[in-house]
């Protein structure tokens, strides 16, 4: 068992404190798509996440830029001092706030909200993804059907003993996707790896497509709160016609009776990630929001200039 530091001590996040976040999620279950402890530990390199404990609040903090980034906190319903205590603190900014905690500063003009799109979560009826009825869905049908017309494939539960074909899969993934020089698909490599080996430990569930005794496409996912589940990795072979469009609506079908909706996460500003998600015609999106003191802006202008007139001096 993990011994987390009192605030404002931070350390690195390890996994020894999954049963800390676990009985904070399950005491007040989240909505974003961020708080699990299986994403905030397997992009925890990609982030530089730490942990604090604060008024019995689990504080994340993520070191990867040049201010200090926190996550809303973990534990219970958000407490405005503790965030306003930490802001001052760090002269840093929350990030991913959902519209809940944005509202616990209602009119107060000391802090500065900036909602972010990029990061919104994009959910959907279960029953529009296993369905899909209707016309706008008919592009998604007629790939899985030309699919499974092309593939004699098999659909299986994911667990445990698929971690080192998930390997193989990936490894190829990346190879055709060129991993080594994109700083986001190495880091979202890595996330998968850590995914697939803590299967069964991070308590996840997920499914692959086999053809011809291989695997062309994988889901993983997890309970994020009482209805919804979120998918974390949903990764097909970018060569076989309708695999994500029929990995998803297997395994989601075979989930169907255990949630009402799914949340599919981020488009992260990418227009194509945005596009076909739009395609699955979400019934909403959990928006979230950026704070910081209003007085922080002028001290990024400082830091900023500061950096600029240093730079000037060198040369």
């Known amino acids: 068992m993990s011994s987390i530091p009192v605030y404002p001590s931070f350390r690195d996040l390890e996994i020894t404190d999954k049963s800390a976040f676990d009985g904070a999620l399950a005491a007040c279950p989240p909505e974003i798509s961020e708080l699990t402890f299986t994403n905030l530990y397997c992009w925890k390199e990609a982030y530089q996440f730490k942990v604090s404990m604060l008024q019995g609040f689990l504080i994340i903090r993520s070191d990867a830029k040049e201010l200090p980034v926190f996550f809303p906190p973990v534990g219970r319903i958000a407490d405005k001092a503790v965030i306003l205590r ?21 009119g107060d003009a000391s802090i500065r909200s900036i909602e972010d799109p990029d990061n919104f979560d994009y959910v959907y009826g279960f029953a529009d993804l296993t369905v899909l009825k209707g016309g706008k869905y008919d592009g998604k049908r007629n790939l899985i059907k030309k699919f499974k017309s ?16 998930c390997a193989a899969f990936e490894e190829t993934w990346c190879s055709l996707r060129d991993c080594a020089h994109s700083a986001g698909l190495s880091h979202e490599r890595k996330a998968f790896e850590g995914m697939i080996n803590n299967f069964s430990a991070f308590s996840l569930k997920g499914g692959v497509l086999k053809v011809n005794r291989q695997i062309v496409a994988v889901a ?23 695999g994500y469009q029929t990995m998803l609506w297997e395994f989601l079908s075979h989930e169907s009776e255990k949630f009402t909706l799914v949340n599919l996460e981020q488009d992260l500003g990418l227009e194509g990630l945005k596009k076909s998600k739009l395609s699955y015609y979400p019934q909403y999106m959990v928006k979230k ?26 040369v």
Not at 153 to 164: C, I, P
Not at 289 to 314: D, E, G, M, P, T
Request: aromatic residues 10%; hydrophobic residues 50%.
């Open 150 to 165: 092309t593939c004699a494939y098999e659909y299986h539960a994911l667990d445990a003993t698929y971690v080192h074909e």
């Open 220 to 242: 993983i996912a997890e309970k994020l709160n009482p209805q919804t589940l979120v998918m974390h990795i949903l990764k097909a072979d970018p060569g076989v016609a309708g």
């Open 86 to 106: 930490i802001l001052h603190d760090s002269g840093g900014q929350f990030n991913r706030v959902p519209e809940d905690v944005l509202r616990l500063f209602e």
């Open 289 to 314: 929001y950026k704070l910081q003191l209003a007085s922080s802006n002028i001290r990024l202008i400082l830091f900023l200039a500061a950096i600029y007139l240093n730079a000037i001096w060198v």
